[in-house]
């Protein structure tokens, strides 16, 4: 009988992989709208400044800016580099590699790519050219590339163009950065003069134009190589001028791309990019490397460019071309509509990067509160009967709040909580919204009496939303307070690691309250066959490269949910099973990547550029990368070590059931059959989740935010039934209870 269980077990993820195949070759990159079917131009002209945001730009003060807005595709950009300020340096140097890159330390003068990866830093100048053919200080440049671990090739741009007998036309300091070859050196250079672009445009075909940098000086680091001496409006209108002079003299046929490639200091946010000529016209631009539409990252320009010249794009390449997708039109009120687009993008993620910390603090003190109350409401006994069972009742319900909390963030997006004066306050309120009408639904339907109604009410919405949500595009997830922080860069659509924590923990919990009321009427396979069939479809929409497209949420998830199966199997654990269990989970994943690699480059997820990388021999870079942001997160913060000690503790609970410290929870492990081996598939998708993860810190931290007060709901909600029950009055009752 245990071969035939686990020979099912085993079949079951047979289906799962067949399942997930099937989706690989049914399902499209992204959900965004068709890009236009426009012939490329054949030439380029990219114009790049720093600094400049859509917020800067009207019709009144930056008229060129504006007819680009007006009649050409617009997005918003991310110019997040090695560190969480963009310097003019660090975002010419990205635009050469097609990867993130950037100076070296402007205050310690090292190597490293400017300190720690998202430490702030003050900005260098960009180097003089020199009239000797070769960028100054490159080789330091390519020294602190190096250093990063983002495998960013310097010169990759100019290599590749040259190589298929282009050449590349660098009209200013910032230009020549990133049109410099590997070895440093600028085939052809000038610096930007008006008399002289017109000539300087008809060249080559591609041609990069530094027009400035706005460098506002309230936000400047003080230690900056040099302060602005003019205010930020003087300085865009001198870009404004110098963007209209080289429109102007552009060639009939080229294309024009104009991006913002850098911050204006030392604040983070988003930046603009605009094109303009044959292949561009009036409407929004779109790239497959963010499956967002109207928002585009830095890399994405250097694979534009090469695009547009017919050259062959290196696989290693981070970003993707810009595809444009046609709007209402070019008249005031169409480029107003698009522009109040750009703008709530730029605020969104703007205001929510600043949010996220001081609500991480306030939602977790709130835990405690409810924790510490539920741990005196376990321990006194004090008032009467009707009084404590009112504060039992009280924190039961106030609990099963708090676990809406996760779910809530997400849906705030749907509220445009970022238009007010207060963000904090609005985005509280949108999440309190929320919360409340999942917890009426949890609180008041006639699932309530039930001992797994609330629970099982808050997991399958949290399953169901975020399952959704990622269906249709991550729309939720972006700029939200558990979700994709579009200024961070590090993803911008599927499942992130914070939402896979509340994802995959609530799938669990789910798992286990279905599976235990079909042990309870006696049919441990249909309660097996339900917790493959949930977890399937969960590990489905997590590792599809069209919806949840992530890499290490399958590892953590598929083990935790054979190990529940050969539980209700009653399966005994044994080495070899949990060695069988690991070798087909990384055979399962392998699939996943390999499949996503056989895909188009610009059609690859994460999946696929991984398996690519580690074919051209950078995968220990992007492991090792991972691997020190999970540890400086962890050490960061003193906060962070009660991590692993938490999980230390809560396998000691589960492995000691009859200890002192799973007391409250011993009442819960006798009344709920599959209580404690969900507990431990919970765990130990939390650690290898922990483990696998480059910010693996957050998973165990925020899936403990969503289980621990449901576990609170349950216990309180046991010793709710067990302290009031109905007085027995007969010796069959008695026996009976």
Not at 279 to 305: E, H, N, V
Not at 437 to 458: C, E, K, N, T
Request: hydrophobic residues 50%; charged residues 15%; aromatic residues 6%.
């Amino acid at each position: 009988m245990t071969r035939r269980r686990l020979l099912a077990a085993a079949t079951a993820v047979a289906v799962l992989a067949a399942l997930v195949i099937v989706g690989f070759k049914a399902s499209s990159p992204d959900a965004s709208p068709p890009a236009a079917s426009k012939d490329l131009s054949g030439s380029i002209v990219v114009i790049g400044t720093g600094g400049l945001s859509w917020s800067d730009v009207s019709a009144e003060a930056t008229p060129a800016l504006w007819s680009l807005l007006r009649d050409g595709a617009t997005a918003a950009l991310t110019v997040r580099s090695v560190r969480a300020n963009t310097c003019p340096v660090d975002g010419w140097l990205t635009l050469s590699a097609g990867e993130r890159a950037g100076d070296v330390d402007a205050v310690g003068g090292g190597g490293g790519g400017g300190g720690p990866y998202g430490a702030k830093q003050a900005c260098q100048d960009l180097p003089e050219y020199m009239t000797a053919g070769k960028v100054p200080h490159w080789s330091d440049y390519v020294a602190a590339a190096a250093a990063t671990k983002f495998d960013a090739s310097l010169g990759l741009l100019g290599d590749q163009v040259a190589s298929h007998g282009g050449c590349i036309q660098a009209v200013g300091p910032g230009a020549a950065l990133g049109a410099a070859r590997a070895t440093g050196i600028v085939d052809r250079y000038q610096p930007f003069d008006e008399s002289t672009l017109a000539s300087a445009l008809t060249s080559c075909p591609a041609t990069l134009i530094d027009v400035g940098s706005i460098r506002d000086p309230a936000d400047v680091d003080p230690q900056d190589a040099s302060r602005p001496t003019t205010t930020r409006a003087q300085q865009v209108a001198a870009v404004d001028a110098r963007v209209a002079a080289v429109i102007k003299v552009a060639p009939s046929g080229t294309d024009v791309l104009l991006a913002s490639l850098s911050d204006a200091g030392v604040t983070e946010r988003l930046r603009l990019v605009a094109g303009t000529g044959p292949y561009f016209g009036a409407g929004t631009l779109q790239s497959p490397s963010t499956r967002q539409p109207g928002l585009a990252q830095l890399s994405d320009l250097t694979a534009t460019a090469l695009d547009h010249l017919s050259i062959p794009r290196p696989a290693r390449l981070g970003g993707a071309p810009l595809q444009f997708v046609p709007g209402d039109g070019n008249d005031q009120r169409s480029a107003l509509g698009r522009l109040s687009v750009l703008l709530d993008l730029d605020k969104a993620s703007y205001e929510v990067h600043s949010l996220v910390e001081p609500f991480f603090y306030g939602w977790a003190l709130l835990q405690l509160a409810l924790y510490l109350v539920a741990a005196v409401l376990w321990r006194r006994r004090w008032g009467t009967a009707p009084q404590r069972r009112r504060l039992l009742v009280f924190t039961r319900r106030a609990t099963t709040v708090a676990a809406t909390v996760p779910v809530s963030t997400f849906l705030a997006n749907l509220l445009p909580w970022w238009r007010f004066s207060a963000p904090l306050v609005s985005v509280v309120a949108s999440v309190a919204i929320f919360a409340t009408v999942i917890s009426l639904l949890a609180l008041l339907g006639p699932w309530r009496q039930r001992l797994f109604g609330p629970l099982a009410v808050v997991s399958a919405s949290t399953v169901a939303v975020l399952a959704v949500d990622v269906m249709t595009g991550s729309r939720l997830q972006l700029s939200s307070l558990l979700g994709l922080q579009p200024l961070v860069g590090g993803r911008f659509y599927g499942m992130g690691n914070v939402t896979f924590a509340v994802f995959a923990t609530a799938t669990l919990l789910l798992c286990i309250v279905v599976g235990n009321h079909l042990l309870t009427v006696r049919q441990p396979r249909m309660a097996a066959a339900a917790v493959a069939a949930i977890g399937s479809c969960a590990i489905i929409v997590d590792a599809a490269p069209a919806w949840g497209s992530d890499f290490g949420g399958p590892p953590a998830l598929l083990p935790a949910l054979v190990l529940l199966m050969m539980a209700i199997l009653q399966i005994t654990v044994t080495w070899r099973r949990l060695l069988a269990v690991g070798g087909g989970t990384c055979l399962f994943v392998l699939l996943l990547g390999l499949l996503d690699w056989l895909r188009p480059a610009e059609s690859r997820s994460h999946l696929g550029r991984f398996v690519q990388t580690a074919l051209d021999g950078g995968a220990w870079d992007v492991i090792s990368r991972k691997l020190d942001q999970n540890m400086s997160l962890l050490f960061s913060n003193p906060v962070s070590l009660l991590i692993p000690i938490g999980l230390v503790g809560l396998a000691y609970v589960l492995a000691r059931p009859t200890s002192r410290a799973a007391g409250p929870l011993r009442r819960s492990f006798g009344r709920v059959q599959l209580l404690r081996p969900g507990l431990i598939a919970v765990l130990v998708m939390w650690v290898i989740g922990f483990a696998l993860n480059d910010s693996g810190t957050a998973i165990p931290a925020v899936g403990a935010g969503l289980a621990i007060p449901l576990l609170i709901v349950l216990a309180l909600r046991t010793l709710e039934d067990e302290t009031f029950a109905a007085p027995v009055t007969t010796r069959a009752s008695r026996l009976a209870r």
